[in-house]
């Protein structure tokens, strides 16, 4: 598979568990949020996004959290499964705002 | 099916040759973008496009190259310049939101592994 990901931090959880990834973002003008998914080998995909009018939203299985006090966004998935063993990665951007930034990723792996 | 590919899914290059890599979108998206993506790091935007026949530098444009002669395709050329080209790279599109500048959520093709030998 592709080395992306070898330094990044890790959370081991349960088959069956909630699973609670978390990111920091920096820029408190940054108004539109994603959350990716990117297994290994594979191209990043769209999970869910949030806009800053918004705290929460919730999609099949996952919700994101925004808490724009302390610039957190967090993902929840609920009743985690293997096939969500994945590296976990936020993105951010401005209102009108032309690209994104992203973070580095954790990832997520499901033990049996 | 729409969606947007790249190609190769992996390439080795010799030392001081050029390469490029392939990114077609069937999306009838506006923007593209690529970005280059190294262990422990999140993605680095090397350019972008916005509109065919023009494009923008990225955080890392240096020995790279684009072209966007069609609003399907944005091949990226990495050239003998960049020092350190090992890495996977990504390319994705996005749709502009109506009556704004803003975009929507990027679509990510599956990545090209370059490596130099």
């Known amino acids: 598979g592709e080395s992306v990901g070898l330094h990044l931090p890790t959370l081991s959880v349960q088959e069956g568990d909630n699973s609670i990834i978390n990111c920091a973002y920096s820029?408190?003008?940054?108004?539109?949020f994603i959350w990716y998914k990117q297994e290994s080998g594979k191209g990043p995909q769209f999970i869910i996004d949030?806009?800053?009018?918004?705290d929460k939203r919730q999609g099949q299985r996952v919700t994101v959290l925004l808490n724009k006090t302390v610039k957190h966004l967090s993902l929840q998935i609920a009743a985690t499964q293997p096939g969500d063993s994945a590296v976990y990665f936020c993105a951010e951007k401005e209102n009108y705002g032309q690209n994104f930034v992203f973070g580095p990723g954790t990832r997520l792996s499901v033990l049996p | 099916d729409g969606g947007i590919t790249q190609s190769p899914k992996y390439l080795f290059r010799k030392e001081g040759q050029n390469v490029t890599l392939s990114c077609e979108q069937n999306l009838n998206h506006d923007a593209m973008y690529w970005y280059r993506q190294d262990p422990g790091q999140g993605l680095r935007l090397i350019y972008y496009?916005?509109?065919?026949?023009?494009?923008q530098k990225g955080d890392i444009a240096e020995g790279y190259s684009v072209s966007r002669e069609k609003k399907e395709s944005f091949p990226l050329t990495v050239t003998s310049a960049q020092k350190n080209p090992t890495a996977f790279y990504l390319c994705?599109?996005?749709?502009?939101?109506?009556?704004?500048?803003?975009?929507?959520?990027?679509?990510f093709g599956p990545g090209t592994r370059l490596t130099v030998l």
């Open positions: 820029n408190s003008a940054s108004d539109y």
């Open positions: 994705a599109s996005s749709k502009k939101l109506a009556g704004s500048s803003s975009y929507n959520e990027q679509f």
């Open positions: 949030i806009r800053s009018n918004m």
């Open positions: 496009s916005q509109i065919v026949n023009d494009f």
